[in-house]
């Protein structure tokens, strides 16, 4: 219950600091704030996320780093499952069910995804998309800590889905903090081709990641096809 509390109170919080604050881009009223945090998040992944990345890239064969990779997302598959059936998506909800079931057990555990070849496509659904469903709004953009990109209705979606995500909710806790590591390691490094692609195309980068960030997650509540407007 506390936990809850504190979570909600944080976000009150936000709610009055953005309606204090001023600038160019009504999305993100934190910008000041933001940017702090996100030059905060840049410094600890050049010191340590991106190196660790690096040698985990260059020590595992990419057939490991594959398996790796298809273990985590059969893992949110589960997540996927849930948030399709919030949204009514039921026929997705069987694929996504179907694709669960072969890939736990023929997939050995999800190591490899054989659901893909059988046309059983991935998809990416979470409670922030959930909420963008029922109709609410981005709420101002917000750069978390360590977490990175988000705004305020896919932040209260990320804690939702953490009680039901299978690696957070894993009781030993030794077992939980090294596949939550490895979880990110195998992320940053399949994202380390897109650095340059970054610096070379942005003057700023926040700014390129804020709207890249934002364009995207539209894109992924209307399923790929939003409407015709400028913000939520």
């Not at 996320?49 to 064969?61: C, F």
């Not at 996504?96 to 050995?108: A, E, Q």
């Not at 692609?197 to 926040?206: I, Q």
């Not at 995207?216 to 096809?225: E, I, Q, T």
Request: aromatic share 12%; hydrophobic share 40%; glycine share 6%.
């Amino acid at each position: 219950m506390n936990t809850f509390r504190t979570f909600f109170l944080l976000l009150a919080s936000l709610f009055l600091l953005g309606g204090c604050a001023t600038n160019g881009d009504r999305r993100d009223p934190l910008e000041p704030m933001n940017r702090g945090i996100y030059q905060f998040n840049d410094t600890v992944d050049k010191a340590i996320i991106k190196p660790v990345a690096q040698g985990y890239k260059e020590i595992l064969p990419q057939p490991v780093r594959t398996s790796v990779s298809n273990f985590f997302s059969n893992l949110d598959d589960v997540l996927v499952l849930l948030n399709d059936l919030l949204q009514f998506k039921f026929q997705q909800a069987a694929s996504d069910l179907s694709r669960l079931i072969w890939n736990t057990t023929f997939g050995v555990a999800g190591l490899f995804d054989i659901s893909t070849s059988m046309g059983l496509e991935k998809h990416n659904e979470d409670f922030g998309q959930t909420l963008g469903y029922w109709g609410f709004g981005n709420g101002p953009y917000l750069v978390l800590p360590i977490l990175g990109p988000s705004s305020l209705r896919d932040t209260t979606g990320r804690f939702v889905d953490w009680q039901f995500d299978p690696v957070v909710q894993h009781p030993v806790v030794a077992e939980r903090n090294t596949a939550t590591v490895i979880k990110v390691e195998s992320v940053r490094a399949r994202l380390l081709e897109t650095d340059k692609v970054l610096d070379e195309a942005a003057l700023d980068p926040y700014v390129f990641v804020r709207d890249a960030y934002l364009q995207r997650r539209r894109a992924l509540v209307y399923d790929g096809n939003p409407p015709r407007t400028k913000f939520d």
